[in-house]
C-alpha cells in the first residue's frame, strides 16, 4: 500500500508564495510521474502539474508560470512552488502517480487558503 503524505500547505495572502510537499512511500519511485491535483468542494479534482521520473514538467494552462513542480528521487518526495497566488487557487492540493494507479489511493492532501 502506498502511503502519500502532503503538507506545508496554510493561509497566505493574494500575490504571496507557499511551497508544499509529497512524500511517498514506495521504493522505485523514480520510474513515476508524479502529479500535484488539487480539488475545491463540489468539482472534480484536477491535475496542475506533473513531473516525469527524470524531471520533464508539464503545466495546466491556469498555473503555467506561476507554479513550478520539482521532485528528489532520493527523498521520493515531490514538490510545488506556487507563486503569484490567487483566491482562486485556495484548494486541497494532493500528491499522486499520473495517471494515477488504480492500487493507489489518496492521501489526507494540504489545504491552501488564498485570501487577505
Known amino acids: 500500500q502506498v502511503q502519500l503524505v502532503e503538507s506545508g500547505g496554510g493561509l497566505v495572502q493574494p500575490g504571496g508564495s507557499l511551497r508544499i510537499s509529497c512524500s511517498a512511500s514506495?521504493?522505485?519511485?523514480?520510474?513515476?510521474?508524479m502529479g500535484w491535483y488539487r480539488q475545491v468542494p463540489g468539482k472534480q479534482r484536477e491535475l496542475v502539474a506533473w513531473?516525469?521520473?527524470?524531471?520533464?514538467?508539464n503545466y495546466a494552462d491556469s498555473v503555467k508560470g506561476r507554479f513550478t513542480i520539482s521532485r528528489d528521487n532520493a527523498k521520493r518526495s515531490v514538490y510545488l512552488q506556487m507563486d503569484s497566488l490567487k483566491p482562486e487557487n485556495s484548494a486541497v492540493y494532493f500528491c499522486?502517480?499520473?495517471?494515477?494507479?488504480?492500487?493507489w489511493g489518496w492521501g489526507q492532501g494540504t489545504q491552501v487558503t488564498v485570501s487577505s
Open positions: 514506495i521504493s522505485i519511485f523514480r520510474i513515476y510521474t
Open positions: 513531473i516525469t521520473g527524470n524531471g520533464n514538467t
Open positions: 499522486n502517480a499520473s495517471p494515477k494507479p488504480s492500487s
